[in-house]
């Protein structure tokens, strides 16, 4: 696993209710997290609003199981004149914290919004 340059943005344990019929946690909630992490390093590095708009190149590496810790990572990959990249990882720590494993990453792109919910410059400092 390669972090470099990415911080944890969430730590998150997942609940019974998020399981599905074979035990895993659903791919929706994962999904769901990443997005969250992702929007606060976008709306961080837009200093202000941010919609999601694509995902790109989305795997599920390992399953998320019940009793896991999941960290989500994000960093700016790059930016635009109104979108973001943000690539984001999440890693399951197993075993109580004897073992992580990637489960997931994928590319997600934000685009800065303004009081309209219209595209708006992202600062290129």
Do not use: C
Request: glycine letters at 8%.
């Amino acid at each position: 696993m390669n972090l470099d340059g990415m911080e944890p943005i969430l730590r998150v344990m997942p609940r019974p209710a998020d399981i599905n019929a074979n035990g895993h946690i659903f791919g929706g909630w994962v999904l769901s997290q990443m997005d969250i992490a992702g929007g606060i390093v976008a709306a961080r590095r837009a200093q202000g609003p941010v919609a999601t708009v694509a995902i790109d190149a989305m795997e599920f590496i390992a399953p998320i199981l019940l009793h896991d810790l999941i960290s989500v990572y994000a960093r700016v990959e790059k930016v635009g004149r109104t979108s973001m990249k943000i690539r984001i990882e999440v890693i399951a720590t197993r075993d109580r914290g004897k073992t992580d494993v990637k489960v997931t990453e994928a590319l997600f792109t934000f685009v800065a919004i303004d009081e309209q919910a219209r595209p708006r410059p992202v600062d290129q400092a």
